[in-house]
């Protein structure tokens, strides 16, 4: 049974960070390329980042420099660390893996509520 479950999240003040977790299991990690998506209230879920099985990162131009991705294959977690976080990164944060034949899976979503 696949499984990936996220934890990090909550609330944080501006200019604070958090380090995400995603914990997976059911599948061979190591092949697949692991990815953040977010999505805000009202908006559509973006990505933030992703990264491959041999460790090659991906980041939209919008979150370069304050987003970090990385991944432990002999632990199965991929981590996402967010750094500087304004209001604007305030959103559920999922996780997803992206087969080599283009299978894919979904964690439930983590919190992240940036306020003073």
């Known amino acids: 049974q696949v499984q990936l479950v996220e934890s990090g999240g909550g609330l944080v003040q501006p200019g604070g960070s958090l380090r995400l977790s995603c914990a997976t299991s059911?599948?061979?990690?190591?092949?697949?390329?692991m990815s953040w998506y977010r999505q805000a209230p009202g908006k559509e879920r973006e990505l933030v980042a992703s990264?491959?099985?041999?460790?090659?990162?991906i980041y939209p131009d919008s979150m370069k420099g304050r987003f970090t991705i990385s991944r432990d294959n002999a632990k199965n977690t991929v981590y996402l660390q967010m750094n500087n976080l304004n209001a604007d990164d305030t959103a559920v944060y999922y996780c997803?893996?992206?087969?080599?034949?283009?299978?894919?899976?979904w964690g439930q979503g983590t919190q992240v509520t940036v306020s003073s």
């Open positions: 997803n893996a992206k087969g080599p034949i283009g299978n894919g899976y």
């Open positions: 059911g599948f061979t990690f190591s092949v697949y390329t």
């Open positions: 990264i491959t099985g041999a460790g090659g990162t």
